[in-house]
């Protein structure tokens, strides 16, 4: 009986061991950045069992062509291209992507090399020695940090964070990155149950990931912001970005 | 159970413990009846104070900017050799 189990656990070991994983990154009008990222995940992850989805909503910039490229280079076995006909937003498009997924677990990074693929070995690392269910990147701890924000920005975003470790409890530092690792199946029970849009649907699932009792655990990542203004953040976000919190604190 | 429950739960204990004190008058009075002042202006202190740290240590990585840089420079030496088009930005 004992001997049983241990071939059990071996076998879960070695499975982990050669766990699969799906790097989801949603594009639009990203064509010269999904050829770096695509570069430098290559370059980071030699050793992996990974392939890359990109769920792109019908960039008029030829995104897909450049893709279609890069499959030529790589293989389309590697890199995935799931398009859809337009804007359909970031919430879908992960679940667009999700659908199409083959790994074990699903990563989830910004396709405009404000998340660094660098970073890719210790999150999977992070989730090999604590068998979380998900690893989030968090920009708020030693080690991390955000580059190309001005005063503002960073005002706003400490507030932000202020408010919601008061009124959340949501243990985890930072709750609006959408650098992540999730378990695929954590991934699909958690988005089902997200209706929010932009930043506030990155809290959602973190939120109602750590409701529902998922072991998530933390990585330290850097965030460089090349695009100085397209993070500028304004009244109405930060409307949204409050409903989003009452909506959190009633609905989890 | 919905978080907004136990902020409520919460604050039903506290309200019950400031009834306590009001009604055993362990302490003076007047001094109870400024207690919930107190604890709102403590929670507006702990807010400020934590947005502030918040600031004062911001983590930022300006070196990581030039990394990246470094990065996308080599990355596109490769790609250019592989005849994918980035030439324009």
């Known amino acids: ?252 | 159970m919905k978080h907004i429950l136990k902020i409520m739960g919460l604050l039903a204990a506290i309200s019950a413990i400031w009834i306590g004190l009001l009604e055993t008058s362990v302490v003076p009075r007047s001094y109870t009846w400024l207690l919930p002042i107190y604890l709102i202006v403590t929670l507006g202190c702990y807010g400020l104070l934590m947005v502030g740290v918040g600031l004062m240590f911001f983590p930022t990585c300006p070196q990581e900017a030039v990394l990246l840089q470094q990065d996308i420079a080599e990355a596109r030496e490769f790609l250019i050799g592989k005849a994918i088009d980035v030439g324009s930005d």
């Open chain 1, 1 to 252: 009986m004992a001997e049983e189990r241990m071939e059990e656990e071996e076998e879960k070991e070695r499975e982990k061991e050669n766990a699969k994983y799906s790097i989801l990154i949603p594009t639009y009008n990203e064509r010269l950045n999904i050829a770096l990222i695509v570069y430098l995940i290559f370059k980071h992850l030699r050793d992996v069992n990974f392939e890359i989805i990109i769920v792109d909503d019908g960039s008029p910039d030829g995104t897909q062509d450049v893709i279609r490229q890069l499959q030529q280079v790589y293989g389309e076995d590697r890199i995935l291209l799931r398009a859809r006909p337009r804007k359909l937003g970031l919430g879908t498009a992960y679940y667009h992507g999700l659908k199409h997924a083959s790994g074990d677990f699903v990563i989830i990074m910004d396709a405009d090399l404000s998340h660094h693929p660098k970073y890719l070995p210790s999150f999977i690392r992070k989730q090999k020695e604590t068998g979380a269910n998900i690893v989030t990147g968090t920009r708020y701890v030693k080690n991390g940090g955000v580059h190309g924000w001005n005063l503002m920005r960073k005002l706003t975003s400490r507030g932000a964070n202020v408010l919601a470790q008061t009124l959340l409890w949501p243990g985890v530092s930072d709750l609006t990155g959408s650098f992540r690792l999730y378990e695929r199946s954590v991934l699909e029970d958690v988005i089902t149950s997200c209706v929010s849009k932009g930043y506030v649907f990155q809290m959602e699932m973190i939120v109602r990931a750590t409701r529902k009792g998922y072991h998530v655990e933390e990585v330290p990542i850097t965030f460089v912001d090349r695009v100085f203004g397209s993070s500028k953040l304004g009244g109405s976000e930060i409307v949204e970005y409050l409903k989003g919190l009452v909506y959190l604190l009633f609905t989890t």
